[in-house]
């Protein structure tokens, strides 16, 4: 399982330049239901300067980082002294009506580490990182001259305006940075991954353990030449799970193949996109073939431009998430926009059939049979009420398509919830609907010394398809 920093009350929206800003930070698990508990965490906290003029999208949309000022300690957080406690701190040193500052709060590191304290390395979150709770950023606070608009002030003692600070931000924002792969982002240096979730109680607009823990186990798998110690966990899932490797295999082999084909993926209740977000950004375009060329004495035509071959993904989900979704991958689009087409669309398993654009895929004309190669499944099982829909939906999306004889791969991960168990029926109900599942590995997250609250790695697929 996994810690996260969040704020149980948030910075607000706009703030007068002289006033100090309340806020009280939070250490719990992904769903903010437990507090983390017996461990004193040093935090620290940053004003980051991202504009210098308010904008009329600043409050839809992911600002860029420009002046980070420096480091300061917060407070040190120990649960339940900790867990409702307001502190105030001091605005940015300079700022200036109009400019606009995010405030990054972090876990002092484990381990020296030299990446800003805000990032989390992805690669390195199957072990926990180098922090005990991911740090966390609000969205922008717009800083306002005092009694400006968005700082009302009110009588004080002796007749003077006291300052008040504006509506709290409901949003708040986290950053990963993203591991090497081969042909991809070498020029561009490092890479990060900026993703937005709702503060309210929203399921599907937060990060939950199982998307993160799978994200950062196939950034593991594929991405090697990563400073991730990533061998010792990749040798104990080959230990504990040996007859899944095989099966683990198909799954790699299908997306180390990306260099050399076109591959469609589709994310069930993919939540705010993180997963798909990922993948598309760390795999390789599909090579496009040489033109031909010929040893006629005819001077050679200009060949025509060749369609640029991307893979196509759908980061699917009810209509509710998909703004947000949206958001996140418009945003991070110049991580995959050369190797991918990345569509955020509508998946209700109550639906009597699939959307037509599941195997159709973008074109007008439909009727292409497309098929796809991996449905991705992150902390679907929490409700063990849909899972007759659930499976349903996932058999229809395994049926291979007129003139295909394969069938799709199924990637699962798992984060047990309920103690009775109750959530390892969909396996139950899938193996009598002809689907099998394997499990293939683990990710402990934050909790490394502990098996309660591991992230469960499984794959899948029809029966008949399987190959041992």
């Known amino acids: 399982m996994y810690y996260y920093l969040s704020f149980l009350r948030p910075p607000p929206k706009t703030s007068p330049v002289t006033s100090q800003i309340t806020i009280t930070p939070q250490v719990a698990n992904d769903l903010r239901t437990e507090i983390l508990e017996n461990t004193a965490l040093p935090l620290l906290y940053q004003w980051i300067l991202v504009s210098s003029t308010p904008s009329p999208s600043s409050s839809s949309s992911l600002p860029a980082f420009h002046q980070p000022q420096r480091p300061l300690p917060l407070t040190t957080f120990l649960a339940p002294g900790s867990s409702y406690k307001p502190i105030s701190i001091a605005p940015p040193t300079n700022v200036q009506p109009g400019q606009i500052y995010a405030l990054a709060v972090w876990a002092k590191p484990l381990s020296p580490s030299p990446r800003p304290g ?14 005990a709770c991911l740090s966390v950023l609000s969205e922008g606070v717009t800083f306002t001259a005092v009694g400006g608009k968005g700082g009302k002030g009110e009588k004080g003692g002796k007749g003077k305006v006291k300052a008040k600070e ?6 708040i924002r986290r950053v990963f940075v993203l591991p090497e792969m081969k042909g991809v982002g070498k020029e561009a240096g490092k890479r990060t991954v900026e993703v937005v979730e ?4 929203d399921l599907d607009k937060k990060i939950w353990d199982s998307g993160l823990a799978l994200s950062s186990y196939l950034a593991q798998h594929l991405c090697p030449s990563s400073s991730s110690p990533s061998s010792s966990s990749l040798a104990e899932d080959a230990s504990k799970f040996p007859s899944g490797q095989a099966s683990l295999g198909r799954v790699l082999d299908l ?5 050399k084909r076109e591959l469609r993926v589709l994310e069930l209740g993919t939540g705010i996109g993180l997963v798909s977000l990922l993948l598309a950004s760390i795999l390789p375009a599909p090579s496009s073939p040489p033109p031909p060329t010929s040893s006629s004495s005819e001077p050679e035509l200009e060949p025509l431009p060749n369609k640029l071959k ?3 993904f759908y980061a ?8 947000l979704i949206t958001e996140n991958l418009t945003f991070n689009a110049l991580l995959f926009s050369q190797q991918a087409d990345v569509h955020a669309r509508e998946l209700d398993w109550d639906a009597p059939r699939l959307p037509g654009w599941v195997f159709d895929g973008e074109q007008e004309d439909g009727g292409s049979g497309k098929e796809l190669n991996l449905i991705i499944m992150a902390d679907v099982t929490y409700n063990s009420s849909i899972f007759p829909s659930l499976v349903r939906t996932l058999l229809a999306l395994l049926q291979p398509q007129p003139l295909s004889t394969s069938s799709p791969l199924v990637l699962l991960s798992f984060k047990e919830r309920d103690p009775t168990g109750a959530e390892r029926g969909l396996w139950t109900l899938a193996k009598e609907h002809g689907i099998w599942f394997e499990r293939v590995g683990g990710v402990k997250g934050h909790g490394a010394t502990k098996e309660e609250g591991e992230v469960e790695v ?5 029966g008949w398809a399987r190959r041992d």
């Open 255 to 259: 997306l180390k193949s990306a260099g």
């Open 198 to 201: 709702q503060t309210s109680f």
């Open 118 to 131: 805000w990032e989390g390395d992805l690669a390195d979150l199957t072990q926990g990182g180098k922090s």
């Open 310 to 312: 991307k893979h196509t």
């Open 458 to 462: 499984w794959v899948g697929g029809l």
């Open 166 to 171: 504006g509506e709290k931000q409901d949003r």
């Open 316 to 323: 699917t989900d009810l209509p509710s998430a998909l703004p």
